[in-house]
């Protein structure tokens, strides 16, 4: 009996999985960019849950993966957007059941805050920055490149693992138990980094934007990487 249950949990899991990939959008300004196409190269369907604009979780939320993005505001503001604490309730439900959650900047604080861990100011990163993995860590070299824009950061949620750092933010990437959260940006595409930046005086869009062609292949690279650890069995 034992192990028919071990089994049949063992093919609920894999079927799950083989579902389509939710991910949840806050702003139109920090789609899925590469991380859509990776999957799609994959075969892997995905559906798109504009949050801002339905203002709460999809009743028919997939049984599948979770991606949830970036956005303009703070994993901390659930009282101007109440969503944020439906998704905090997601990614504990989700975790429990080790369902896989990937996290991009804004989604990294949630996931973060979500496991009990503490959201709040940092400095402002913004344009190409140069990593580092942590030594073992599965899934980063000890110095890469990843496009940042965030002005908060996130303390450890208890039991989680550091995977990436940075000079000025310490805490660039982090795994615990089927979360995932990283802190930059792998997914962002010359057209998504261009509108990042299109406010910006015309040296820092130069500062931000150029090095952008060099270091694209690294971060899709990386990001193909990031997405084997996510779906992994």
Known sequence: MRSSAKRDEAERRVADRLKAVSILVHDATEPPGLLEERLTARGIATRVHRLDLVGTLPPDLDAGPIIIMGGPMSANDQDAYPWLAEEEALVR????????????CLGAQVIARALGAR?????????????????????????????????????????????????????QAFAAGSALGLQFHLE???????????????????????????????ARRLLDRVLDYFLRE
């Open 93 to 104: 439900d989700a975790v429990a059941g080790g369902r896989p959650v990937l996290g991009i």
């Open 119 to 171: 959201v709040y100011p940092s400095v402002r990163e913004i344009g190409w920055r140069t990593l580092g993995g942590i030594p073992g860590n599965p899934l980063f070299p000890p110095s890469f490149f990843a496009f940042e824009l965030h002005g908060e950061t996130f303390d450890l949620p208890p039991g989680a693992r550091l995977l990436a750092t940075g000079v000025d933010v310490p805490h």
């Open 188 to 218: 962002a595409t010359p057209a998504i980094i261009e509108g990042w930046t299109a406010d910006l005086p015309e040296d820092e869009r130069t500062r931000c934007g150029s090095p952008t062609a060099a270091h694209l292949p690294e």
